[in-house]
């Protein structure tokens, strides 16, 4: 398998991650149990609409994971296989900061959250970038001339 089929073939798991992240968060009643022993406190001990808004938080996260899930799919079937650079950019200026924050975040609530998890996708992601790296780098730069 090449370099760049290689790198399809990880956006294409790491879309699939998203999406199971995202429906994971989504489909939620409750704050999961890794942010319960982050805040220190158990749902029924929040004050007043707390664990309400907490939640929506994890839907909205849940909603931004499907969201990037569909859109490294689309760009895993054209743009980014075809080596396009802006496609190139697209999923590395999208995913490498939400990916980096959520690293960080995770380390940050504790071992208890899926830390290695968080680490395996945002290598995968940094793999995928490295390997996928197109030939004309910089979306800006001029095509080559046609030879005549």
């Not at 294409?12 to 989504?26: D, E, S």
């Amino acid at each position: 398998m090449n370099p760049k089929s290689l790198s399809v073939m990880l956006l294409r798991v790491i879309a699939i991650l998203c999406l199971i992240v995202g429906v994971r968060y989504t489909t939620t009643t409750s704050i999961l149990g890794y942010h319960e022993a982050f805040i220190g406190v158990r749902v029924s001990e929040l004050p007043g609409r707390t664990h309400e808004l907490l939640l929506n938080f994890l839907h909205l996260a849940g909603v931004e994971f499907m969201a990037l899930s569909v859109m490294l799919a689309l760009l895993s079937r054209g743009p980014f296989a075809r080596g396009e650079p802006w496609a190139w950019w697209c999923v590395a200026l999208t995913m490498l900061p939400v990916l980096g924050v959520l690293t960080v975040l995770s380390f940050a609530v504790g071992p208890q959250s899926p830390q290695k998890l968080a680490v395996a996708v945002l290598v995968l992601m940094l793999t995928t970038l490295t390997l996928g790296r197109p030939a004309r780098y910089w979306p800006l730069d001029a095509p080559p001339s046609p030879s005549s």
